[in-house]
């Protein structure tokens, strides 16, 4: 079983700042990319960040140079590091990972609950 737990949403000022955690557990080999997705009422889930084992960091166009994605590969946990926040980055962000589990050859996508972030005017 892997599981992926998010933390750290909640309710900002616009220009104001928080942050998010993603922790990965379970029989876990491999994480080959960690990112974070949102989701806004009536729209279709998007990617913010995603990072790769190495480092490599991909980023949403309207969140660079505000948001920032890190990795901790030893602990299996990803951050997501966000200033500057607008009202619309309101949304429901997901942690999502590609793992590989002790019982598998291939990696699989697995997804965190969600966690609200809301931004006010």
């Known amino acids: 079983q892997v599981q992926l737990v998010e933390s750290g949403g909640g309710l900002v000022q616009a220009g104001g700042s928080l942050t998010l955690s993603c922790a990965a557990s379970?029989?876990?080999?491999?994480?080959?990319?960690m990112g974070w997705y949102c989701q806004a009422p009536g729209n279709q889930r998007r990617l913010v960040a995603r990072?790769?084992?190495?480092?490599?960091?991909d980023y949403l166009d309207s969140v660079k140079g505000r948001f920032t994605i890190s990795r901790d590969n030893a602990n299996n946990t990803a951050t997501l590091q966000m200033n500057s926040l607008k009202p619309e980055d309101t949304a429901v962000y997901y942690c999502?990972?590609?793992?590989?589990?002790?019982?598998?050859?291939?990696?699989?996508?697995?997804w965190g609950q969600g966690t609200q972030v809301t931004v006010s005017s």
């Open positions: 999502n990972a590609a793992i590989r589990r002790t019982t598998s050859f291939f990696f699989d996508d697995y």
């Open positions: 379970g029989s876990i080999i491999s994480i080959k990319r």
């Open positions: 990072i790769t084992k190495d480092g490599d960091t």
